[in-house]
Structure formats: C-alpha cells, structure tokens
C-alpha cells in the first residue's frame, strides 16, 4: 500500500518525495519582454534616428538600438506582425521620440514607453513620411499618389498644402553626399551570404555626426563611421525564419535556421537578455555545408549538428568546421539527432545508430538495427534510443538493441521522436502522445491524445515539472495523465507550427516555421 501511494506521488508529482512541482505559466502580452519574436533580420525596412534610439523596422518586427548603452532593446512586435511588411520609411516624432512607420497603405504609429502600437489605412497610395519640425504638435505628413496628407494627433488624416519647413528623413543619397567613399566602398560592404550582393534600403546619422546608420537588403543593420572604410555589422535576431534546431546554455541560446530560396543556412548565438547576436558565417561563398539541421549538442568546447548532409561538429576555439557524411562511415547522410552518452558522441541517422570517437573515427553501434533513429537520451550507462519502431536500450558492451519491460504491452507500437525525464520518470513522445514510465513499479501509461489540439507533435522538452511539446498547430505543457495545461496557439500566441522547443533562463524558447518566440515563465 505504501510502495503503490510512493509511486502515485512520484507519477503525479514528477519529483522525488513526492513533492509537486509548480506549473510554469507562461506571461503573454504584459510586456514587451514577456513574448519576443525574432525572425530573419537581415532585411531592414526602414530607419530613424534620435539622440538616445536607432529605430530599425524589420518586415515582422520593430527593434530598437540604445547608442548611450550601446546595446538593443527587445524586439517589438504588433499584436498583427503583417502591420510592418509593407513599411517604406521612418520618423521619429519630435514631440515624444516615438516612431511613425510610412506602409504602401497607410501608417503604424509606436509608442516604446507606454507598449502602444496604432495603424490607419490611407485610400491613395503612400510614398514616404515626412516632418514639421516648426511645429511638432501638429503631426505627421504623408506623401501620396494623390498628394500630401496631414495626420494629426487626433482624427482622420486630411489632405494638405505642405509647410515650407517640412523635413523628409534622410535617404542613401544624403549618406553618399556625406560620406563620398561611401559609394565606391558599397559593392563591398553589400556583400552577403553566399556572395550574393544587397542594396540599402535605409540611412540615417547619428546625432554626433561622425557615421551613418545603413539597412540594407542582406546583412540587416550596419554603421559606417566616417573615418573608416569598412562597415560594423549590428546583428540582431536570426539570418532566416525557420528554426531547425536549438540548445540553451547558462548565457544564451544557439540556433540553427535552415536554408531557405532568399538566405543560407544559420547558426546563431543570442544573449540571454536578447541584447547580443553572433553568428557562425561558415565559407564566404558555401555558407554552412548543410540546408536543414534538426538537432544540436552542446559538446566540450564544440556543437554538434545533425544535417541532412551529415554530422558537422563546429569548435568554438578556432571556428574550424568538420562534417561526416557516407563518405566516412555514416550508413546515412541524414542525421536526425544526436547525443553524449559515456563519453562519446553518437549520432542517429536514416539507417542505424554510430559513435564517433576520439580519433574522430566513425563507428557503428547497435549493428542488428538499420532503422530510423528519432531521438535518443543518455541516462547513466543507459542510451535511450527513440525509433520509427518504439523505444529501445543500448547498453555497454551489447551490440542489439532492446526493448525495455513493459513497453510492448502498450499496444500498438508508436515511433518514438523525443525522449526525456522529469524527475525519475522516464518519458517518451509519439506522434500524438506521450507515454510515461513509473519509476518505482515500471510500468508504462499512455498519456492522452495530444494531437487533437496540437497537431502532429514534432518537438520536445522534459523539465521537472513535466513536458513542453510542440506540433503542428501549437504548443503546450503536460503533466502525466492531462491535456494540454497551457496551451499555446498557431495564429496567437506563435507564428507557425512548431519545429523545437526548450526552457532555460526563465524563458520557453519555441522554434517555428516563422521565427523564434521567448515567453516569460512564471510559477516555474
């Protein structure tokens, strides 16, 4: 009677001694800083400049660059991210140092200090944004097609016989006019990914007058000091959209993007606090020798990719990139994941399990299974492998796989894609649902259907408190035995189906097919 009340505690508490863990309750649009979403910001949209700010508009997102602190505030972005796809220019209004996007239709006008964001449509097509600096209280001016308009800070927009003092914001032209050198040193600094060249999109001076601040098409933010002849790269966010795989560290978070038609491959390092970005940059003219990656290790002094082109294994020392394929003993080019388990890195793929050893040799382990490998999990001498036919044990010194007690008596077989612990309980994710093994009796309960709300589960995360999953249509949290506890949407709360989820610092970090969310944790 004790053993059975232990392990009932163990299983709902997910800790040991039975005692329960608060639920993580995930803050959503307090603040700026509770949810963030970073994308691909190598396109920079617009530009506006004051004293204490750098405006930069992205197509999904508002950033903003403090050059008193010389470092960036969150990303902002709309509760509608599709408001700044369409922005031609930026200023920033002189009365409270807000910023008023010009859009192809209309306006997007922020307020930083109070989180306040509003829009209008305008009936003519808009074609820049412009200021009076005579009199500030009386708005924003907007070229059209059909002429100017001017907005005040109250009503409707009306059309209008611009003053003579009206002030347009300051273009590329007046940075080549600034800065001579400037244009023949364009082609260089405009260079990008792959060696594919960009264009600015946006200029503005800062306030002291010694640089420009340029956007450009390709390499997100840059300033030119006019002293110099090379541009200072201001990354922020991610080179591309989709998020391919990620690994939390005590100071951040590394991700991997996929390549996609407009950019490279990317594997980035961000500041915990969001405030920094740096990224991997590979070959000057391959990029990262790999398309798509689904896994990362952080290794001694190294991270280990799993790519549809192999295993590639990054030093952090030297930046020096290595890669297996086929051509060096892989039974299969397509790395789905990989894991350190007594010392080793082993790595799954299409077509069975191998070790990679010190000597960098590869080695097949497990040679009686040739099947996919999805997922796997070091756990003392146990390596937990996660494949397209269930859950299995490699243990040293046994070549085969084995199906751990217990397990064939959940019925039908799943293919397993992610495995963890909370606390002692063993977890493993199916497709749509998650199965739990009792620490104290071993036997293993499925966990309810998940995909009916979530979609197709394609991501995982075991904390102590229980399990983050993500799918095609959302994420959530779950205990043993429940639905989805805090359920996060497609549409709402994340921008596109989910492809990797983490916790760390905090924060839940979900990687989608539209960017990176951070949302703030409460009760964790």
């Known amino acids: 009677?004790?053993?059975?009340?232990?392990?009932?505690?163990?299983?709902?508490?997910?800790?040991?001694?039975?005692?329960?863990?608060?639920?993580?309750?995930?803050?959503?649009?307090?603040?700026?800083?509770?949810?963030?979403?970073?994308?691909?910001?190598?396109?920079?949209?617009?530009?506006?400049?004051?004293?204490?700010?750098?405006?930069?508009?992205?197509?999904?997102?508002?950033?903003?660059?403090?050059?008193?602190?010389?470092?960036?505030?969150?990303?902002?972005?709309?509760?509608?991210?599709?408001?700044?796809?369409?922005?031609?220019?930026?200023?920033?209004?002189?009365?409270?140092?807000?910023?008023?996007?010009?859009?192809?239709t209309g306006w997007v006008h922020y307020q930083p200090d109070i989180d306040r964001w509003e829009t209008s449509n305008i009936a003519t097509r808009v074609t820049g944004i412009a200021v009076d600096p005579s009199n500030p209280g009386a708005g924003m001016w907007f070229r059209t097609s059909g002429g100017w308009l001017q907005q005040p800070r109250v009503g409707p927009a009306i059309p209008a016989t611009p003053p003579a003092a009206l002030r347009l914001p300051p273009s590329i032209n007046d940075a080549y006019a600034d800065i001579p050198q400037l244009r023949s040193l364009s082609p260089r600094l405009l260079t990008g990914p792959l060696m594919v060249q960009g264009a600015f999109t946006a200029a503005a001076p800062n306030t002291q007058g010694t640089g420009w601040f340029l956007g450009t098409t390709n390499r997100g933010l840059l300033y030119f000091d006019r002293t110099m002849i090379e541009a200072q790269a201001m990354p922020l966010g991610l080179p591309g959209d989709v998020v391919g795989a990620m690994a939390a560290t005590p100071d951040g978070l590394w991700v991997v993007t996929d390549a996609s038609v407009r950019v490279p491959a990317g594997l980035t390092f961000l500041s915990g606090d969001l405030a920094q970005a740096s990224g991997v940059p590979g070959s000057a003219v391959f990029g990262l020798p790999f398309e798509a990656a689904r896994a990362l290790l952080l290794g001694t002094r190294a991270l280990w990719l799993a790519t549809e082109k192999g295993l590639v294994r990054e030093r952090l020392d030297d930046g020096r990139l290595t890669r297996w394929d086929v051509s060096q003993g892989l039974p299969d080019s397509r790395v789905t994941t990989v894991a350190q388990a007594q010392g080793r890195v082993v790595a799954g793929t299409m077509r069975g399990l191998v070790d990679v050893g010190g000597d960098d040799k590869i080695t097949r382990r497990a040679l009686s299974y040739d099947g996919p490998v999805y997922a796997l999990k070091a756990n003392g001498d146990t390596l937990w492998v996660g494949t397209a036919f269930g859950l299995w044990a490699s243990l040293p010194g046994d070549d085969s796989l084995r199906m751990p007690e217990g397990f064939r008596q959940l019925g039908t077989i799943p293919p397993v894609l992610g495995i963890g612990y909370v606390g002692d309980t063993l977890v493993a994710m199916a497709p749509d649902h998650l199965v739990w093994r009792n620490p104290v009796s071993g036997e293993w309960t499925r966990g309810p259907d998940l995909?009916?709300?979530?979609?197709?589960?394609?991501a995982f995360a075991a904390t102590l408190q229980g399990v983050w999953v993500g799918g095609l249509r959302g994420a959530g949290f779950v205990r043993p035995a429940t639905g989805i506890l805090r359920p996060l949407m497609v549409g709402s709360e994340l921008p596109g189906q989910v492809t990797a989820i983490t916790v760390s610092g905090g924060y839940l970090w979900v990687g989608t097919v539209a960017g990176l969310v951070r949302i703030r944790l409460e009760g964790r």
């Open 1 to 104: 009677m004790r053993r059975a009340l232990l392990a009932t505690l163990l299983l709902a508490g997910c800790a040991g001694g039975g005692v329960v863990a608060p639920l993580p309750t995930p803050s959503i649009a307090m603040r700026p800083e509770d949810r963030v979403l970073l994308g691909d910001f190598s396109r920079v949209t617009a530009l506006a400049a004051s004293y204490d700010r750098v405006y930069v508009s992205y197509p999904t997102a508002l950033a903003i660059w403090r050059p008193l602190a010389q470092r960036w505030d969150v990303p902002r972005s709309p509760g509608n991210p599709s408001l700044l796809q369409n922005v031609i220019g930026g200023a920033t209004d002189p009365v409270d140092q807000s910023i008023w996007l010009a859009t192809t």
């Open 451 to 458: 995909a009916q709300q979530l979609g197709s589960l394609t």
